[in-house]
């Protein structure tokens, strides 16, 4: 396992942390501070990766092979996703959820987000701070019932293997971290829960299952692992060209144009609900007037 030992799933911190480790504990050889601006990796630096930045990008190119809305369908309110790529779109708003609540994250965390690590494959969010490194990956269950324990999430009575998946990504941090330089700190992987209509945790999990709601309170309540230079360091070395994927196609305007997307997913989930009202209040019309007949009928075979 990345992280050393079973997670319990609390949101407790214990009394007493482990013993605040400085630099030379966990980065060999000398460590130089300067800030080197001029070394990129993609178009946007690692650093600037917005959250969902991959999944909101592949949105993107995948509407564009889609065709286009009809007027019929914008009457209709008949959403302009398509029903195949409906599990990017949610996993995107999902990131953009997780990404604008670690923003309420105190000074001295620092946050990466959609680090790619592969085509179409990236690492959600990776939080660096007092308390460690962390390593999230973001699962968006709109209304659903999800409960974990052991190796297993489950989400409205089907097992995911969402907990093996994210041991896999803390090995791919940590494989970037020994690409960077940095050896012997301890990664933690956490699933975070997005949208579910319930949650529980019904014993000890492998790795923390953590509600989206509750994320920055838990992080907040570690032990203090880290000084802020190590964070600073280990920020540095992660955010170096060559540690992650550099072969990735972005698109130009992405966040503007999955914004106008998303405006186009709202309008049309409101015009299908004018529709169910109005066809509700239809239904209560209908079934007025034909209690009015009933009861008249009734009055006149009584009073004959």
């Given amino acids: 396992m990345p992280a050393a030992g079973r997670a319990r799933q609390s949101d407790g911190a214990p009394a007493r942390g482990p013993p605040v480790l400085g630099v030379s504990c966990l980065i060999g050889g000398p460590i130089a501070f300067r800030r080197d601006t001029t070394m990129t990796l993609l178009s946007a630096p690692p650093s600037l990766r917005l959250a969902g930045q991959l999944l909101i990008e592949e949105v993107v190119r995948r509407h564009e092979r889609t ?10 309110g008949r959403s302009p996703i398509a029903e195949k790529d409906l599990a990017w779109y949610l996993g995107a708003k999902g990131e953009l959820a997780v990404g ?32 460690g490194v962390f390593v999230l ?17 489950v989400v409205d009575g089907r097992r995911l293997p969402y907990i093996v998946k994210a041991e896999r990504d803390a090995l791919l941090v940590m494989d970037a971290l020994a690409c960077a330089g940095v050896f012997g700190t301890r990664v933690t992987p956490v699933v975070t ?33 880290m000084t802020a230079d190590v964070v600073e360091e280990l920020v540095r070395r992660l955010t170096r060209p060559g540690i992650w994927a550099a072969d990735i196609s972005e698109v130009e305007g992405a966040r503007e144009r999955f914004a106008e997307l998303d405006a186009a997913v709202q309008r049309a989930a409101n015009v299908r609900k004018l529709w169910a009202l109005g066809l509700a209040g239809a239904a209560c019309g209908a079934a007025f007037a034909l209690l009015q007949g009933l009861v008249g009928a009734v009055v006149t075979v009584l009073t004959r």
């Fill in 193 to 225: 829960v997005v949208g579910a209509a319930s949650f529980a945790c019904r014993g000890e999990t492998e790795v923390p299952v953590v509600p989206a709601e509750r994320l920055v309170s838990w992080l907040r309540q570690q032990p203090e692992r």
């Fill in 137 to 153: 990956g973001t699962k968006h269950h709109r209304g659903a019932s999800v409960w974990a324990a052991g190796t297993g999430v």
């Fill in 100 to 131: 604008s609540m670690l923003g309420r994250l105190p000074d001295g965390w620092q946050v990466l987000h959609s680090m790619p690590v592969r085509h179409a494959t990236d690492i959600d969010h990776i939080v660096i701070g007092p308390a």
């Fill in 67 to 76: 065709a286009p809305c009809t007027w019929l369908d914008r009457v209709l």
